[in-house]
């Protein structure tokens, strides 16, 4: 399995202000994404991180608000942009270790916990 | 609308007990299922798998069942530990280029000692 870092861990930050967050992975995967849970609530997909192009963003995210990129196979960044408290969530990263075939197990980075104050 | 959803939101056990924990899902199209556990302040982790075309699948301690007569799907964990105590998430993935995963609400499982 893909072995999974994000960082940070966690933040407490003002809202109107961003946080970047990173996630790295220990081998190439082709497929990256991101997702949100909300306090006891389950996961949803924010987008999916694609490399040398622009995320593929579900229905109700927006470039302007969750800015993505992926620079390479193994690193993605995620930036939270003008936040405010609707925003704290955990969000994660999360990798299909294997390309091509669509039925692969996909893995999840630890999290990133964001309290906005 | 197209749903993956758990009956039970919580579960208590007693150590040594099985649990099963219950999904239903609504999309016929859904051809492969996922079971994940997510402990306290951590990341889903990979529990086990199962495709369409299959009925049963087993693992360490553990089975996942699919009826897709109901459009149902089971997690049971054997002999079940205070290790086992997370929330347990069913997801699934449909057919084609898209991989995107489709999460259910989650289940608490608490196992008491």
């Known amino acids: 399995s893909a072995v999974i870092s994000q960082k940070p861990s966690r933040d407490i930050c003002q809202r109107g202000t961003s946080l970047t967050i990173q996630c790295q992975v220990d081998?190439?995967?082709?497929?990256m994404f991101w997702y949100r849970q909300q306090p006891g609530q389950s996961l949803t997909l924010i987008a999916t991180?694609?490399?040398?192009?622009?995320?593929?963003?579900e229905s109700g995210f927006v470039i302007d608000k969750f800015p993505i990129s992926r620079p390479n196979l193994t690193f993605s960044t995620l930036t939270v942009s003008n936040l405010s408290p609707e925003d704290s969530s955990i969000y994660l990263c999360?990798?299909?270790?294997?390309?091509?075939?669509?039925?692969?197990?996909?893995?999840f980075g630890p999290g990133t916990r964001l309290t906005v104050t | 609308g197209e749903s993956v959803g758990l009956h039970l939101p919580t579960l208590s056990v007693q150590e040594g007990d099985n649990s099963i924990i219950n999904c239903a899902y609504s999309n016929s199209a859904s051809d492969y299922f996922i079971w994940y556990k997510q402990e306290s302040g951590k990341g889903p982790q990979f529990i086990i798998d199962?495709?369409?075309?299959?009925d049963k699948r087993q693992g360490q301690r553990v089975t996942v069942l699919l009826n897709k007569t109901v459009k149902h799907l089971s997690l049971q964990i054997a002999a079940t530990q205070p290790g086992d105590s997370a929330v347990y998430f069913c997801?699934?993935?449909?057919?084609?280029?898209?991989?995107?995963?489709?999460f259910g609400k989650g289940t608490l499982l608490t196992v008491n000692p």
């Open positions: 081998s190439q995967v082709t497929m």
């Open positions: 997801a699934e993935k449909r057919g084609g280029s898209n991989y995107k995963l489709t």
């Open positions: 199962i495709r369409s075309n299959m």
């Open positions: 999360s990798v299909e270790a294997s390309p091509g075939v669509y039925l692969n197990e996909q893995y």
């Open positions: 991180a694609n490399q040398g192009s622009e995320a593929t963003y």
